[in-house]
């Protein structure tokens, strides 16, 4: 299972496993607290790395802090080939919410939180999730200031490489104008298809695609057709619907999250399922209605 999809490299010096592990899962009930089972959430992170997973996500207002805390505790000190990914944007509110936290304030002190909670000198890759009360996408609002607190930081050396996340293609190049971009972190699944141009340009100029909710969206109807699917194929519905994104773009990067070691196991093995071309048909049908 070691090969997890292929490798895509992040900046042109971090490769990674195409197939990834998202951490937020790992957070207690609405991502608030520590997990449920301390133990086992501890060894589904270090069962990933164990099986050749090289990219993780994270962000420090998963708990907030409890996350990266379970990380450094699992994994540190960190093996050369893992890259750590986390996101900046928001807070955690006494509610349990998710307000923005885009000021240059908010920003130094998250990468900060991040470096701190995770016990490194430098974060791999930081992502900027732009977001409003409204829950606006694309959000209206230029990110040249947030990003460039960002590329500040980057350029003090606490970052080493920046992404986006939440944005649309006019963001991106907005971004892209004030320093390198990486990867892009947007909802995508075979349901919700409204990334697909975004997609397409994120792989003709090199940077990773990293969809998030992966596996969220069906609705019964939906649901049946890839259940056919996945029949005919002989795997989960899960496991098909994480197959197409891998055979949807060269530079997708999947991190599925969850906090069961079964779970995990099962995601990990969809790397290795090569889909026919009439079940990828069939599965564009589902984003088409």
Same mark, same amino acid.
């Given at each position: 299972?070691?090969? !997890?999809?292929?490798?895509?490299? !992040? *900046?042109?010096?971090?490769?990674?496993?195409?197939?990834?592990?998202?951490?937020?899962?790992?957070?207690?009930?609405?991502?608030?607290?520590?997990?449920?089972?301390?133990?086992?959430?501890?060894?589904?992170?270090?069962?990933?790395?164990?099986?050749?997973?090289?990219?993780?996500?994270?962000?420090?207002?998963? *708990?907030?802090?409890?996350?990266?805390?379970?990380?450094?505790?699992? !994994?540190?000190?960190?093996?050369?080939?893992?890259?750590?990914?986390?996101?900046?944007?928001?807070?955690?509110?006494?509610?349990?919410?998710?307000?923005?936290?885009?000021?240059?304030?908010?920003?130094?002190?998250?990468?900060?939180?991040?470096?701190?909670?995770?016990?490194?000198?430098?974060?791999?890759?930081?992502?900027?999730?732009?977001?409003?009360?409204?829950?606006?996408?694309?959000?209206?609002?230029?990110?040249?200031?947030?990003?460039?607190?960002?590329?500040?930081?980057?350029?003090?050396?606490?970052?080493?490489?920046?992404?986006?996340?939440?944005?649309?293609?006019?963001?991106?190049?907005?971004?892209?104008?004030?320093?390198?971009?990486?990867?892009?972190?947007?909802?995508?699944?075979?349901?919700?298809?409204?990334?697909?141009?975004?997609?397409?340009?994120?792989?003709?100029?090199?940077?990773?695609?990293?969809?998030?909710?992966?596996?969220? *969206?069906?609705?019964?109807?939906?649901?049946?057709?890839?259940?056919?699917?996945?029949?005919?194929?002989?795997?989960?519905?899960?496991?098909?619907?994480?197959?197409?994104?891998?055979?949807?773009?060269?530079?997708?990067?999947?991190?599925?999250?969850?906090?069961?070691?079964?779970?995990?196991?099962?995601?990990?093995?969809?790397?290795?399922?090569? !889909?026919?071309?009439?079940?990828?048909?069939?599965?564009?049908?589902?984003?088409?209605?």
């Amino acid at each position: 299972m070691a090969n !997890l999809g292929g490798t895509f490299t !992040l *900046g042109g010096e971090l490769p990674v496993t195409r197939m990834g592990y998202g951490a937020m899962q790992l957070a207690g009930p609405g991502v608030w607290g520590p997990p449920r089972d301390h133990d086992t959430a501890v060894a589904v992170l270090r069962e990933a790395v164990e099986r050749g997973v090289t990219h993780l996500d994270t962000s420090d207002y998963y *708990g907030p802090h409890t996350v990266n805390a379970l990380i450094k505790e699992a !994994l540190h000190p960190y093996p050369g080939s893992l890259v750590i990914v986390t996101k900046v944007g928001a807070r955690r509110s006494e509610d349990k919410g998710w307000p923005p936290a885009l000021s240059a304030e908010d920003l130094t002190q998250a990468v900060h939180d991040n470096l701190r909670n995770l016990g490194v000198d430098a974060l791999d890759v930081v992502n900027l999730r732009l977001s409003n009360a409204a829950g606006d996408y694309p959000v209206p609002m230029s990110l040249a200031e947030p990003f460039g607190v960002l590329a500040e930081l980057r350029q003090q050396g606490l970052v080493r490489h920046l992404g986006v996340s939440h944005v649309s293609a006019e963001q991106l190049d907005e971004a892209k104008a004030i320093a390198p971009v990486v990867c892009v972190q947007n909802q995508y699944n075979l349901a919700h298809r409204e990334n697909d141009d975004l997609v397409d340009k994120c792989a003709a100029e090199g940077i990773a695609f990293v969809p998030y909710f992966p596996l969220g *969206g069906f609705s019964p109807l939906q649901s049946g057709l890839l259940d056919d699917c996945a029949a005919r194929v002989g795997a989960t519905p899960m496991q098909v619907a994480l197959a197409w994104l891998l055979q949807r773009s060269p530079s997708m990067l999947l991190i599925p999250g969850t906090s069961s070691p079964e779970h995990l196991r099962e995601n990990l093995a969809a790397a290795e399922l090569e !889909l026919p071309a009439d079940v990828l048909a069939d599965l564009d049908r589902i984003g088409a209605a």
